[in-house]
C-alpha cells in the first residue's frame, strides 16, 4: 500500500477538499481545483497516469472519490470489460469499479460519508486512508484489465494471472 505524506497541517480545514489540495501538495501532484468543491489530482501510478477526482457534496456530507486511469476501452472487448468488473467488484470491500461508456472510462470510485460524530467532519487521517485505498485498488486492478484488452485474457484468467501473489525476491 502507498503510504501519503500529509504535510502535517496546523490548521484545521472545514472542507474536506481543501485538505485533499493540500495532500496533493504535500504529495508533489499536478492538481486543478474547479470550484470549492471539486479538485482533480494528477498522480502517476506504477502503471498509469491517474487522474483522481474528489467531490464534496455538503448538503449530503458526502465525500466522493473517483481514480480515472488513463485507458480507453476498444470496442471489441467491452464485454469482457463488463464481465471482468462484476468478478472484480465481488472481491471489493470498498469502493467498485465502473466503466462509463459514454465517456469511454475505466474508473474506481467510492464515497465516504461525514456525519455529525466526526468532529469537524473529514479527518485527515481518514482523508489519507481514503486516498491510498482508492490509488491502492487501482493498481491493484489495473494490469487485470490491461490482460483483457490487450493480452487477450478472459476475465477469469487476467485475474488470476494479475492476483498472483509472488514469493522471494529475483
Known amino acids: 500500500m502507498t503510504t501519503l505524506s500529509t504535510g502535517h497541517s496546523e490548521i484545521a480545514l472545514n472542507n474536506p477538499v481543501d485538505m485533499a489540495e493540500e495532500l496533493a501538495g504535500a504529495n508533489d501532484w499536478s492538481v486543478e481545483r474547479h470550484g470549492d468543491n ?11 497516469d491517474l487522474q483522481f477526482r474528489i467531490m464534496w457534496r455538503e448538503e449530503f456530507k458526502t465525500l466522493q472519490f473517483a481514480c480515472l486511469f488513463d485507458l480507453k476501452v476498444p470496442a471489441s472487448r467491452k464485454a469482457d470489460i463488463y464481465k471482468v468488473i462484476g468478478l472484480i467488484n465481488e ?19 467510492h464515497a465516504s460519508l461525514a456525519n455529525d460524530l466526526m468532529l469537524g467532519g473529514i479527518g485527515e487521517d481518514h482523508m489519507v486512508t481514503m486516498v491510498e485505498t482508492a490509488l491502492g485498488e487501482s493498481e491493484r486492478f489495473f494490469p487485470v484489465f490491461q490482460f483483457v ?4 485474457h478472459s476475465p477469469e484468467e487476467a485475474i488470476e494471472a494479475a492476483m498472483l501473489e509472488c514469493a522471494g525476491s529475483a
Not at 471539486?38 to 498509469?48: A, D, H, K, Q, R
Not at 470498498?94 to 470510485?109: C, D, K, M, S
Not at 484488452?149 to 487477450?152: A, I, V
Request: no cysteine.
Open 38 to 48: 471539486e479538485l482533480v489530482m494528477f498522480i502517476s501510478g506504477e502503471y498509469t
Open 91 to 109: 472481491r471489493m470491500w470498498i469502493g467498485h469499479f465502473e466503466y462509463w461508456a459514454e465517456e469511454n472510462v475505466l474508473l474506481y470510485r
Open 149 to 152: 484488452m490487450w493480452g487477450g
